[in-house]
């Protein structure tokens, strides 16, 4: 029996683990990097050092990976922690607006849909 909002839930699960594995990536990227460090990164909030960065990437690879695998299996904890992971995302691509503005309000546009989702859909599920 199909689930009302069971769309949405795939969607957001689907979104959770798409960041996760692209966190992924940016963490094996930031480890194996060996180029100069730009100037920029100097007042980064973690310091100057890429290797703080990709531990910082790969636990966020992993909480949302498993996040988004557990929201698609109906969970609840899953559901406040994919919500909180999606504002999170939503709010720091702010930061990127002057550099990057239509991938920034893209990533917000998402972050904005999977916060619908699993706020209005991912909750118990009725049946249609």
């Known amino acids: 029996m199909e689930q009302r909002g069971e769309g949405w839930v795939l969607f957001a699960g689907i979104i959770l683990v ?19 460090v730009t100037y920029n990164l100097e007042a980064g909030i973690f310091g100057h050092n890429l290797k703080t960065y990709g ?7 992993v909480i949302l990976i498993v996040c988004g695998i557990a929201v698609v299996g109906g ?13 999170v995302a939503g709010i720091s691509a702010i930061w990127w607006m002057p550099f990057y503005p239509v991938w920034a309000l893209v990533y917000i546009i998402i972050a904005f849909l999977v916060i619908y989702a699993l706020a ?6 009725e049946p249609v």
């Open 18 to 36: 798409l960041g996760g594995i692209m966190r992924f990536f940016d963490a094996l990227w930031a480890f194996s990097y060996h180029g100069m």
């Open 55 to 61: 531990w910082i990437d790969l636990a966020v690879a």
């Open 75 to 87: 969970s609840g904890v899953a559901r406040w922690i994919g919500i909180f992971a999606a504002a």
């Open 120 to 125: 209005v859909y991912g909750g118990d599920r």
